[in-house]
């Protein structure tokens, strides 16, 4: 019981860390990929036309027989992301400066819009006069980006002022250089979708414009986004994956061993 109390607190041992990670990542994805293979063929997934949330939709051009792997998956993730976040945030706290449990705070937020993404599917069907299970989706999928966008980049910059505390061992300041790399990564790739995504809302009027002046039908944002770089859906799956990868690479790159309270400098 206490091993269990201190696993939910985020006091991982290295070895209980690399097994807790490890039965994250086959719990994770051996529920993803079923639901995936069980998508209708009819339907055709495409993460360039489908969005992450649509393999855990049991609307029937969605994925009627699979759509609960997806739920069950989702909300595992995010209540085992809670200890991992927790586990983060204490090699980080002895470098935040102002308002400290704001970011914990925000990757909480995170972790809980994981949960509702995978308890209310997104589906039109109403949960209670015109509340939608759609909308409790868009929600947490709301709680999602709010919360790990603001907090991604705060833990990376305490990560990397740990990185050059000289009071600190050589071999932890080595730890630390090391989990700047998910930080980096993550910021690259988000930074590489917030490009496109608000590139095409940009050239989007222009293109309208000219298919309409010489006659020809021009689609939504959506559709017309759909099989090229510019597909939300492309960049929503891309975006589930990524935040996957860090949360677990952060952990493992992090020191084993919590750092003494410090003062911030």
């Known amino acids: 019981m206490h091993a ?5 607190n985020g006091r991982f041992t290295p070895r209980a860390l690399r097994v807790y990670l490890a039965a994250l990542i086959v719990g994770f994805y051996g529920l993803i990929l079923p639901c995936w293979w069980l998508f209708p063929a009819e339907n055709n ?24 792997l997806f739920s069950i998956a989702m909300t595992a993730w995010g209540l085992a992301s809670i200890p991992l976040v927790l586990y983060s945030w204490r090699r980080a706290a002895p470098w935040a400066r102002r308002a400290p449990r ?15 993404v995978g308890l ?11 509340l939608r299970w759609t909308r409790v989706h868009y929600f947490g ?27 600190l061992p050589e071999d932890v300041r080595r730890a630390y250089a ?34 309409e002046a010489e006659g020809r039908e021009f689609g939504s944002r959506w559709r017309e986004a759909m099989n090229t770089i510019y597909s939300f859906p492309l960049w929503d799956n891309v975006f589930v994956q990524t935040l996957f990868i860090y949360l677990v690479w952060t952990a493992l790159a992090l020191p084993a061993r919590e750092p003494g309270t410090l003062d911030a400098k």
């Not at 269990?4 to 939910?8: C, D, K, M, Q, Y």
């Not at 209310?120 to 015109?130: L, Q, S, V």
């Open 4 to 8: 269990l109390t201190a696993i939910a």
């Open 178 to 211: 090391r989990a700047q790399w998910p930080h980096a990564c993550f910021a690259a790739i988000c930074a590489v979708a917030l490009f496109f995504l608000i590139r095409w809302e940009i050239i989007y009027p222009g293109l309208k414009a000219a298919a």
């Open 45 to 68: 997934f495409s993460i360039l036309t489908h969005t992450f949330s649509y393999l855990g939709s049991w609307e029937e051009d969605r994925n009627p027989r699979a759509w609960w």
């Open 102 to 116: 704001v970011l914990p705070g925000l990757l909480l937020a995170g972790c809980a819009g994981i949960i509702i």
């Open 120 to 130: 209310f599917p997104d589906t039109r069907d109403a949960i209670i006069g015109p």
């Open 141 to 167: 999928a709301l709680f999602i980006v709010v919360g790990f966008l603001g907090g991604v980049p705060w833990l990376g910059a305490l990560v990397r002022r740990a990185a050059r505390d000289p009071r």
